[in-house]
């Protein structure tokens, strides 16, 4: 009997970026402990095939490939593939088309009041109703010091994809920790990061 396809997220892969390797963050410390970036490259590919099945979807949140080439690593990875492109997506469309079922710009999850982007979308007030949560990439090992902002680089997911009950579970972890912290005026900063 076959399971459920799930969505899987996957944020700033950063195929073939050669300096990928020797980003620090701001203590100095290497934000991904790889020597080369074809170690790092290879990783990304095994870690992502031991969860994710063919019939799953995947969505790769901006930042796929720095090089060309790199592109082509897409090919390798398990699941029926969607890129939501980053800013430096930056290849014309076709080198993209062979490698991804569909291309946008963000993803709405309307249920579950959830926009999936690359760069962090600002949530507004006015619209907590509708959108409450952002999935994002783009800031690597930084943190927006808010809850509600649901950092899935690479940097926070130890290297792997995380299905969307995962994100609903930190979601529900959130929201009850916020309600919880409401009336005492805590700080919410320890809730930024992944789990």
Known sequence: MSRT?????ISDTHFAHRNIVVFTDNNGNKIREFETYEEHDEAIIKNVNSIVKPQDRLYICGDVAISKRGIENVGRLNGRKVLIKGNHDIFKLKDYTSYFDDIRSYKMIPKHGVIVSHIPIRLEPRDYHRWGWNVHGHTHHNVID?????????????????????ILETIKER???????QDNNETLTHLTNWK
């Open 146 to 166: 808010d809850p509600r902002y649901i950092n899935i680089c690479l940097e926070h997911t130890n290297m792997f994809p995380v299905s969307f009950d995962e």
């Open 5 to 9: 396809p799930t969505n899987y997220y």
């Open 175 to 181: 929201e009850e920790i916020m309600f919880n912290m």
